[in-house]
């Protein structure tokens, strides 16, 4: 079965400075994807980030990147320059690989909060 | 830029009706979710439709719970007797394809519709 760990509740991060979000996963599987959602108090879900297991480079999307450690099954996401409006809920998700579904396994979220 | 949408945005029941949630997907895409998160609580996965026919359901998805996809746009769950544990926020979600890469393998989330069984 595979699960995705994200293990910070909740973080703060000042305007403009950085700040990584963690998470961990396990999976047998030697084919997968990550994926980074945001949630914003509006609740829909929107599409930040994705690192293919088999990507040799770390993913970058504008001030979103990931710290891909495979042998350490991580992928942090790290956003540069926190704006007000990154304040939201993030998950962490994994696409399985098996059958023909690849239906995603999410993480519990770490909620953000970034202060002026 | 297309995008998945839902109606309704908001749907509010009594207990033991039936609800239909509607969804159209992307209209390239192959793949169609649907997902569940309970208030304060992680997204789950309900079921995943491909080639017009569920290709996985999780033990949520009982026999309470249908999709369709009637006419090759809209994509439904059919909830037939609604209990209080069943009020949610329900996401559809479409994919085009199964390549490792970005373009083809993002599930793409549409709003949601937020269900109140009282």
């Known amino acids: 079965a595979q699960k995705i760990t994200q293990t910070q509740p909740g973080m703060f991060v000042q305007e403009k400075e950085a700040v990584t979000l963690d998470c961990t996963y396990d999976?047998?599987?030697?084919?997968?994807?990550l994926f980074w959602y945001k949630q914003p108090s509006s609740g829909e879900m929107i599409f930040l980030i994705y690192?293919?297991?088999?990507?040799?480079q770390n993913a970058t999307e504008g001030r979103y990147s990931l710290n891909f450690q495979k042998a350490r099954k991580s992928t942090n996401l790290v956003i540069s320059a926190s704006q007000l409006g990154d304040s939201a809920m993030y998950f962490c998700?994994?696409?399985?690989?098996?059958?023909?579904?690849?239906?995603?396994?999410f993480g519990k979220g770490t909620l953000l909060t970034v202060n002026p | 830029e297309p995008e998945v949408t839902q109606t309704p945005s908001h749907q509010v029941t009594q207990m033991g009706q039936e609800v239909i949630l509607r969804c159209v997907p992307i209209?390239?895409?192959?793949?169609f979710y649907w997902y569940r998160q309970i208030l304060g609580q992680k997204v789950e996965f309900l079921v995943s439709?491909?080639?017009?026919?569920?290709?996985?359901k999780s033990e949520i998805f009982d026999d309470q719970f249908s999709v369709e996809r009637p006419d090759g746009s809209n994509f439904t769950l059919k909830i037939r007797s609604t209990k209080l544990e069943d009020s949610a926020m329900y996401f559809c979600?479409?994919?085009?394809?199964?390549?490792?890469?970005?373009?083809?393998?993002?599930?793409?989330f549409g709003p949601g519709t937020r269900l109140t069984v009282l």
């Open positions: 979600a479409s994919k085009f394809g199964r390549r490792d890469r970005v373009s083809t393998d993002t599930q793409y």
């Open positions: 999976t047998s599987d030697q084919s997968y994807g």
């Open positions: 690192q293919g297991s088999y990507d040799e």
């Open positions: 998700a994994m696409r399985s690989s098996g059958g023909s579904n690849y239906k995603l396994t």
């Open positions: 209209s390239n895409h192959l793949y």
């Open positions: 439709f491909y080639n017009n026919e569920i290709s996985e």
